[in-house]
């Protein structure tokens, strides 16, 4: 029977096939190390900042609670997300991040470079302040030059429309959308927010901006329907004080001009508006009743946050890794030489 096993791989002999072959690896690796760092060179440099909060449950949220972590220790994910009646689970929190619309909300953020040479808003910085590898500039140059691109004259005041983006405002969305990202940890519901950018300042100050405005988001979401009813009660509660305000004028009024009488059918008019009066009191006081308990169920409704970790400005920057991206490719070069060299003495 014809033994199909492959023999077992011997590094001595590999090592004696390639070994005279020395010197072409002296000049070949040094130089792919110091071509790829100078490469490598032409990339800007860029920062990281994080945020990480934790949003506290509220309402029936916290009442379930308890059944939420025990299903989620056994595994029962989706158990515990039914544990509550919320639509808006932490999952889709990187979803709402990477939205347009998030994103058109933070193009207004006005930001400050580190040096204080820039000062403007978030959509002007990304456009007229980030730096490029040259290649890109002599690419963006000839693009120009065979289709012009009309002049954007956004000035960052005021929220984008997403509705119909122009093909730069799309490409900076998408750079943004690049720069942020959104981790959620399924044990703990910790929400992990980092920010890339070129300049720390402007880094941090945008991890603060993603962190402020996604809780804003959630606060608007779970409060919602509370503020319609808050509102609704407060107009009823307006509407009804000015009605017993009214009867109580009316009230006055005749009494004061008809306190000498003693007819009988003064005394029925005294008793009609006193009831008038007494009947819009009691509306009043329902109505500013169910104010103070529509305020009370908005409180409940408002989530808080515990903010673990606030962005800093960061010192040192987060790549490129210009030296372990030179030593990889400097390996991957020594793989590929000796294969070749392999394949030339099989």
Not at 77 to 95: E, V
Not at 102 to 117: H, Y
Not at 186 to 212: F, G, M, Y
Not at 329 to 334: D, G, K
Request: charge should be positive; charged fraction near 20%; proline fraction near 4%.
């Amino acid at each position: 029977m014809e033994d199909n096993k492959q023999a077992p791989i011997n590094i001595s002999d590999i090592v004696k096939k390639l070994w005279p072959h020395k010197k072409l690896y002296y000049k070949v690796l040094p130089a792919t190390l110091v071509l790829t760092y100078l490469f490598t060179l032409f990339f800007p440099r860029y920062y990281s900042s994080s945020v990480s909060l934790a949003p506290e449950p509220t309402g029936a949220a916290a009442m379930s609670g308890s059944l939420s972590s025990l299903a989620s220790s056994f595994g029962l994910g989706s158990l515990a997300k039914m544990g509550g009646s919320d639509a808006l689970n932490a999952d889709i929190y990187p979803d709402i991040i990477q939205s347009n619309d998030f994103i058109a909300e933070l193009m207004t953020v006005k930001v400050q470079s580190k040096e204080g040479d820039i000062k403007t808003n978030y959509y002007t910085y990304l456009r007229d302040h980030q730096k490029y590898p040259w290649w890109i500039y002599i690419k963006s140059a000839i693009v120009e030059l065979i289709k012009p691109t009309p002049k954007d004259n956004y000035s960052g005041n005021k929220t984008i429309s997403v509705f119909n983006l122009t093909k730069q405002q799309k490409d900076l969305f998408e750079s943004v959308q690049g720069n942020i990202k959104c981790t959620i940890d399924k044990k703990t519901d910790i929400i992990s927010i980092v920010v890339k950018d070129q300049d720390p300042l402007v880094c941090a100050t945008i991890a603060n901006a993603t962190c402020a405005k996604l809780q804003q988001f959630i606060i608007d979401y779970r409060t919602n329907k509370a503020k319609i009813d808050y509102k609704y009660y407060q107009k009823l509660t307006a509407d009804a004080k000015k009605d017993y305000e009214k009867a109580r004028q009316r009230y006055g009024t005749f009494s004061d001009a008809n306190s000498d009488l003693v007819l009988a059918s003064y005394q029925a008019k005294v008793e009609d508006l006193e009831n008038e009066m007494q009947l819009k009191f009691n509306i009043y006081t329902a109505m500013n009743t169910q104010l103070q308990a529509a305020t009370a169920k908005l409180q409940e409704a408002t989530p808080a946050f515990t903010v673990i970790q606030s962005a800093s400005v960061p010192i040192k920057p987060a790549g490129p890794k210009r030296m372990l991206i030179s030593i990889a490719v400097m390996m991957l070069s020594f793989f590929v030489l000796s294969g070749k060299l392999l394949m030339k003495k099989a």
